[in-house]
């Protein structure tokens, strides 16, 4: 028969009494604060195991003031390029101690909003986000972050007026590239697709922010320039969020009086809808419309045709972004801030103007 004792999880108590301590230095050598000998910490560490001790997380987060519990918030868990960065993220975490809060915003600075929110009431240790936004009046959340005394760092996008570290890749002179190899092969029509969010038609005058996509656009638009040509505004469209969007914006395009001859992918969602579309359209790459997408996954080498891409150590951002933040959380030096540079990978889905 089952007794009440039985089912118990053992406690502070119960691990001291093992280990032959006070329950004051088992409380110490478990939660790791104050000091206690190397021969205590060892016959504690040892009696935890043996009676599967777990700490409770909320009490040793109100004595030491952490909870070792970093929040990460990223636009949109389904796409793979925020699954290889929370990779590299978690992998540090890990063997440092951490654990992470996932959520997902949707894009939508409500929904990020909410989840900065729920991660400060869980009292995690500080937060990675990929902001939704890079305007300085839709992130007082984030502002809040720091006025609560907690780490914040962002990831692929850095915010007007924020004074955080910003982990993303330098994308200006890989966009120059990939758009001159259009150039070079004949395109003068090069549309560029991208999920970031505006209210209005995208105009050249338009300030796009500390984003990913400013930096392309403007290394598109200075190739163009360079070779004495201009980017049509109406080719660079944006709030491609969703298939039903990209689907009515490939509709659009190829409806132009000049449709576009090559399409720029701003990332691994769009390039499928992309690809799917054209595909039920009976348009193939590159014989009728060449194609670059950025990010470099498994997949894009094993479609017909495999895809020029834009490849950028993802992975590794994601890891020096966790490794940053608890650097700052411990407050230690985290070292100079690293440069993580893109690169074109040229395979068979561009070719020339036909």
Known sequence: MTTKNQLRSPTVADVAQLAGVSKAQAARA??????????????????????????????????????????VIVGDIENPHFG???????????????????SNSDETVEEEREAVRVMLDKRVDGIIVAPCSSLARDNDHLKQVLAEGRALMTFDRAVE???????????LAVAKDATRLLLNAGHRRIAYLSSMRIATPYSHSMALGPTPVAQRVKGMIDAHQAAGITL??????LNAINDENIKQILTELLMLPEPPTALIASDNLIAMGLLRELAKRGLRVPEDISFVMYDNFPWTELVAPPLTVVAQPVYEMGR?????????????????????????????????MR
């Open 232 to 237: 049509d505004p109406a080719l660079v469209r």
């Open 84 to 102: 290889l960065a929370l990779r590299g993220m978690a992998d540090v975490a890990r063997q440092a101690g951490f654990h992470l809060l996932l």
């Open 320 to 352: 020096e972004a966790a490794r940053r933040l608890i650097c700052h959380i411990r407050q230690q030096p985290a070292g100079a801030l690293p440069e993580f540079d893109s690169w074109l990978v040229v395979r068979e889905s561009t070719g020339e």
């Open 30 to 71: 478990l939660g790791r604060y104050g000091s206690v000998s190397e021969e205590v910490q060892t016959r504690v560490t040892h009696a935890a195991e043996t009676l599967g001790y777990r700490p409770n997380e909320l009490a040793r987060s109100m004595n030491t003031g952490r909870s070792n519990t970093i929040g």
């Open 161 to 171: 007026g924020l004074e955080v570290e910003t982990i993303q890749a330098n994308f």
